[in-house]
């Protein structure tokens, strides 16, 4: 249930792929775990949602123009590295934020820094868990 406050959600490309894969209503299941999240992206995201998307056939699109008119781009802190995911893990980390990811590795780093994840279910639904 919505708590009155806005919950910021960093995207990982594997976890967009994993929505759009799965067809969800992203927006329905997010108001119903988080009420309306402000989305934010890292630049090294979106370059890697760029690239997946170009191999992807017409029909699998990314929803990329979807993505970025929901979200915003916000640029790493200094000295998190260059590897997407350490970017990823000292921000939300910093500042409190929720990452959105199905990836097993970047899950598990998480998890030992206590930032709470949102990831894509089997049955197409997404889940937040906010501990081990």
């Known amino acids: 249930m919505w708590r009155g406050i806005m919950q910021q959600v960093l995207i990982d490309a594997c976890g967009w792929v994993a929505v759009v894969d799965s067809g969800m209503n992203f927006d329905s299941e997010a108001l119903n775990i988080l009420g309306r999240p402000q989305l934010l992206l890292l630049p090294k ?5 760029r690239q997946l998307d ?3 056939p017409r ?5 990329l123009e979807l993505l970025t008119a929901k979200s915003e781009e916000v640029d790493p802190r ?8 350490d970017q990823l893990m000292d921000l939300a980390q910093a500042s409190g934020m929720t990452v959105l990811t199905v ?15 949102l990831e ?13």
């Open 54 to 56: 170009a191999l992807r």
């Open 103 to 117: 990836d097993v590795q970047l899950k598990r780093r998480l998890f030992e820094r206590a930032v709470p994840v």
């Open 45 to 49: 995201v979106i370059e890697e949602l």
């Open 78 to 85: 200094p000295g998190a590295g260059e590897h997407t995911d």
């Open 120 to 132: 894509v279910t089997k049955k197409k639904r997404l889940r937040l868990i906010e501990g081990l």
């Open 59 to 63: 029909g699998k699109k990314l929803l």
